[in-house]
Structures are given as structure tokens and as C-alpha cells.
């Protein structure tokens, strides 16, 4: 499968744990974007690479929430001290020709 | 203010039944796409609508844009189970970094 992939499908952590999310996109897309989505809702935009750059970031990123995408291959999502609120559906996308092609998602329970 | 608005919400239906789903905004878009989510997994594009008045379609689908460029239609003939999912309406930056801005949603259950 040469789709989006992200890791961990399923996360639940308890509140105040840090908690890194994985995405690898499709080779050769060197535009990423992470979103959120909460339940029944659309996705909202979080953040924005161009190959290694971290171009755009989205004011519903706090200071707790850092990314990275180092090698401009693969992108980490990393929460802070996770909050009851930051339970929602992280997803990844890469771009080519214009779309977005959406990953899985992972699914952060906060307890 | 959401962007863009789509109604119903909710919507549970017989198999074979028709039904349209409606995407509204204030805002005049140069194109809007279509998404279907299911449980579980990313949102997939269906379409991209770009012109006033196009109406493109997919199957048992048609999307329709409307005269001003503000609104769009999903029309779905003879529902199946496999078409439940979460329909999303989304509108691309024409330029600056292209993020996709997706309206509120519509959650479509097809009932065998």
C-alpha cells in the first residue's frame, strides 16, 4: 500500500502525558498538513510543511503542540501535558496535483 | 461563524431512497470539493467543482455548483449502505499554502 500511513491508529493516555503521533506520506509529495477533527465534525487545519519548512501553523496550535518534519519525508505531531480537550481524530495529508490525499488518522483519547 | 454550512446534519434513510445534501456559505469560492469519510479512516475527494452552474457526476452521485460560486448540492439516487459515511464540503486557498477549509458535515446513514 503506497497511501498516507499513520501511527498509532489508536492512542488513550491519561491527562498531562506528553504523546507523539506519526504520518508518513506518499514519496515524492513534498507538500504535508496535519489536521484535527473532533466527533461529527470536519477537519481543521492545524499546520503546514513544504518539504522540511514548517510553513503555516494554525492559531488552534498551542505552545503544547509542536511539528516536525525533519527530513522532509515523515512528520511527528507532538502534545504536551495532553488536556481532556485534546481528545479528537489527528489527521495527516500530503498533496499532489493539487489534493489532498488523507491518511487514517489517529485517535487520542485523553482520560 | 462557520465558513461553510451544510445541512442536514444528520440524516438516516431507507436503501434505495434519494436524498440531497446542501453546502452553503456567504463567501464566493473559485471551487469547492467533496469529501466522503467513513468510520474509521481519512476523508476521500469525490470532486472538484470550479465553474458556476457545473454539474459533474459520479454514478449514482451529481454535484452541482451553484450560478454564484457560494453554494453546492449532493444528490445521491437510489442510496446504498455502502454510501453511509460522513459527507464533507471543502473549499481550497486558491494560492498561499492551498489548506483545505472543510464545512460542518453531513453524517448519511443507508439503512438495508
Known amino acids: 500500500d503506497t497511501g498516507v500511513s499513520q501511527d498509532p491508529r489508536h492512542k488513550i493516555t491519561k491527562r498531562g502525558q506528553n504523546v507523539t503521533f506519526r504520518c508518513d506520506p506518499i514519496s515524492e509529495h513534498n507538500r504535508l498538513y496535519w489536521y484535527r477533527q473532533t466527533l461529527g465534525q470536519g477537519p481543521e487545519f492545524l499546520t503546514y510543511f513544504q518539504n522540511e519548512a514548517q510553513l503555516e501553523k494554525s492559531r488552534l496550535l498551542s505552545d503544547r503542540f509542536s511539528a516536525e518534519r525533519p527530513k522532509g519525508s515523515f512528520s511527528t505531531l507532538e502534545i504536551q501535558r495532553t488536556e481532556q480537550g485534546d481528545s479528537a481524530m489527528y489527521l495527516c495529508?500530503?498533496?499532489?496535483?493539487?489534493?489532498?490525499?488523507f491518511g487514517p488518522g489517529t485517535r487520542l483519547t485523553v482520560l | 461563524t462557520q465558513l461553510l454550512e451544510q445541512s442536514p446534519q444528520f440524516l438516516s434513510i431507507q436503501e434505495g431512497e434519494n436524498l440531497t445534501v446542501y453546502c452553503n456559505s456567504s463567501?464566493?469560492?473559485?471551487?469547492l470539493q467533496w469529501y466522503r469519510q467513513e468510520p474509521g479512516e481519512g476523508p476521500v475527494l469525490l470532486v472538484t467543482?470550479?465553474?458556476?452552474?457545473e454539474v459533474k457526476k459520479l454514478k449514482r452521485l451529481t454535484f452541482q455548483f451553484g450560478d454564484a460560486r457560494k453554494d453546492s448540492s449532493l444528490h445521491i439516487t437510489a442510496a446504498q449502505p455502502g454510501d453511509t459515511g460522513l459527507y464533507l464540503c471543502?473549499?481550497?486557498?486558491?494560492?498561499?499554502?492551498?489548506?483545505?477549509?472543510f464545512g460542518t458535515g453531513t453524517k448519511l446513514q443507508v439503512i438495508p
Open positions: 467543482v470550479v465553474t458556476g452552474g
Open positions: 495529508a500530503s498533496v499532489w496535483g493539487g489534493t489532498q490525499y
Open positions: 463567501s464566493v469560492f473559485s471551487s
Open positions: 471543502a473549499v481550497r486557498e486558491s494560492g498561499g499554502y492551498q489548506k483545505v477549509t
